[in-house]
């Protein structure tokens, strides 16, 4: 089992930073892809980004490209998720995931995640 702890939300104004993080724990975490995910009031769960067990490729939903990053410190078991330039529609309950397979690569799709965090608020105000 691989436990996930995200941290680091709440509330900010439109076209502030916040980084999120997700602590890792339990079984091998370096080798697995990571994602992170989104759900606001009322609407489904939907992809936001994801990173490959090396780090190297990444994966945007357009909603988000340019804006927000994707990475890891292995030697922290730590995922990150760097949003810049927040918008009220980012707000949203986000959550972390890892892949219950060793080295997958990128993935948008839930289904692909066998591991979740308990996930953060983060409210952006106009």
């Known amino acids: 089992q691989v436990q996930l702890v995200e941290s680091g939300g709440g509330l900010v104004q439109a076209g502030d930073s916040l980084r999120l993080s997700c602590a890792a724990s339990?079984?091998?975490?370096?080798?697995?892809?990571v994602g992170w995910f989104r759900q606001a009031p009322g609407k489904e769960r939907e992809f936001v980004a994801a990173?490959?067990?090396?780090?190297?490729?990444?994966y945007y939903a357009d909603s988000v490209k340019g804006r927000f990053t994707i990475s890891r410190d292995n030697a922290e078991n730590t995922v990150y998720l760097q949003m810049n330039s927040l918008k009220p529609e980012d707000t949203a309950v986000y959550y972390c995931?890892?892949?219950?397979?060793?080295?997958?690569?990128?993935?948008?799709?839930?289904?692909?995640?066998?591991?979740w965090g308990q996930g953060t608020q983060v409210t952006v105000s106009s």
């Open positions: 995931a890892a892949r219950g397979t060793y080295y997958g690569g990128t993935a948008s799709r839930q289904e692909s995640y066998d591991y």
């Open positions: 990173l490959d067990w090396s780090g190297r490729s990444t």
């Open positions: 339990g079984r091998t975490f370096s080798n697995r892809g």
